[in-house]
């Protein structure tokens, strides 16, 4: 039987992601080249301001909390998953790629509670509303459902997030969410009510489509 729609990254065990190479297997989602914004970002804002603890929140392969670790040498990353698996891939890339002295792992429902407050959070938690999560042979539908579904409006996951997170940051943090129409609406609007004081935008991808929420608290 010839098995189609399998992502290519699953096949050869790697994903290129921002200059490094990421190990990944089916139970973490394939790094994005979109979620390479949140990442210009975040370094854009670590460089002006000097700030430098991280928090990643559903860290799948590490992809973000490696990157971000390995961009910035003096920087301490905390990086959550609900995932087991998962936070075992994020672990075996951060030994390979030299960070894991400054990476903590943290088996969390969004963000353990012993770490204190950040400087920087990035989320990229799942975005799709249940009943439209694409179905093998679509290649997302290999992904793992943790990774992908969001509940039945799509936003489950970054409701736990935005309830958390004017406790995990730090005055003048940065928080960075990724998400997609049609849901990224509602994500803003989610944002707004948590940090009705902050200044709040949201930015569009390579594709032109609106792909992040950006909070400057
Ligand atoms: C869309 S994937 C993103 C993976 C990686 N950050 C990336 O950008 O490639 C979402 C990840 O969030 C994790 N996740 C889902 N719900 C979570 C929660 N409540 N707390 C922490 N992680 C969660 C999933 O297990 C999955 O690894």
Redesign the pocket.
């Known amino acids: 039987m010839t098995v189609t729609g399998i992502p290519q990254a699953y096949v050869t065990g790697w994903k290129g992601?921002y200059r490094r190479e990421f190990a990944v297997n089916e139970h973490?989602?394939?790094?994005?080249p979109e979620?390479e914004h949140l990442i210009e970002d975040a370094l854009e804002f670590m460089h002006a301001s000097g700030r430098r603890s991280i928090l990643?929140?559903?860290?799948?392969?590490?992809?973000?909390a490696c990157t971000l670790a390995g961009e910035i040498p003096d920087a301490i990353v905390t990086a959550?998953?609900?995932?087991l698996p998962?936070l075992a891939v994020a672990a075996q890339n951060a030994a390979r790629l030299g960070v894991s002295g400054r990476c903590t792992f943290a088996l969390?429902?969004?963000a353990p509670d012993d770490q204190g407050r950040f400087d920087v959070i990035v989320a990229?938690?799942?975005?799709i509303a249940s009943a439209d999560v694409p179905h093998k042979p679509h290649p997302v539908g290999f992904e793992?459902r943790?990774?992908?579904d969001g509940g039945s409006d799509g936003l489950a996951?970054y409701r736990?997030?935005l309830a958390a997170a004017p406790r995990l940051v730090r005055p003048g943090a940065l928080l960075l969410m990724?998400a997609a129409p049609p849901t990224i609406g509602g994500l803003r609007a989610l944002a707004e009510a948590a940090f009705p004081q902050a200044a709040i935008t949201v930015h569009r991808d390579y594709a032109g489509l609106e792909r992040y929420v950006r909070v400057a608290t």
């Open positions: 992601f973490v989602l394939v790094p994005r979620t990643d929140v559903g860290t799948g392969s590490g992809a973000i959550s998953d609900v995932s998962a969390a429902d969004i990229n938690l799942p975005y793992p943790l990774a992908t996951q736990k997030l990724e």
